[in-house]
């Protein structure tokens, strides 16, 4: 088999950016209301949800097409620590009915991101980097 660093990060750069885009397309049609209660009953204006855009729409995008690549997967792991601390927390150490981490899809997606901020998108994107 070939081996190419790039040809990785190209898969798990799109990979990561469209399964957190259609979390971000879902919330485009039901709204923010609910996370902006989240938010609200942590102290936190609830106006804040608003981002939840900036992280599940416009970075996974700059992802999917290898365009500031570490600051959009930087963007992705900071919204998924926000996800796991307003809707997952009583979950961090609890395992589901097969055995595995109850958290494994926030947890895929978090270590995914951070992957892609310290080793960056690779030359097959629009950053070429």
């Not at 485009?28 to 209301?33: I, L």
């Amino acid at each position: 088999m070939v081996k190419s660093d790039d040809t990785g990060k190209l898969i798990l750069r799109v990979a990561l950016g469209i399964l957190i885009l259609l979390h971000g397309i879902a919330k485009v049609g039901k709204g923010v209301d609910g996370i902006g209660g989240m938010l609200a009953s942590h102290g936190v204006p609830a106006v804040l949800a608003y981002l939840v855009y900036v992280g599940e729409i416009l970075a996974p995008v700059l992802l999917i097409v290898g365009l500031f690549t570490r600051p959009a997967a930087l963007v992705v792991a900071i919204n998924m620590v926000v996800a796991i601390w307003l809707a997952h927390r009583k979950d961090l150490g609890a395992l589901n009915a097969q055995g595995g981490w109850a958290l494994e899809l926030q947890g895929m997606f978090l270590f995914a991101a951070i992957s892609l901020a310290f080793t960056g998108g690779g030359r097959f994107g629009l950053n070429n980097k």
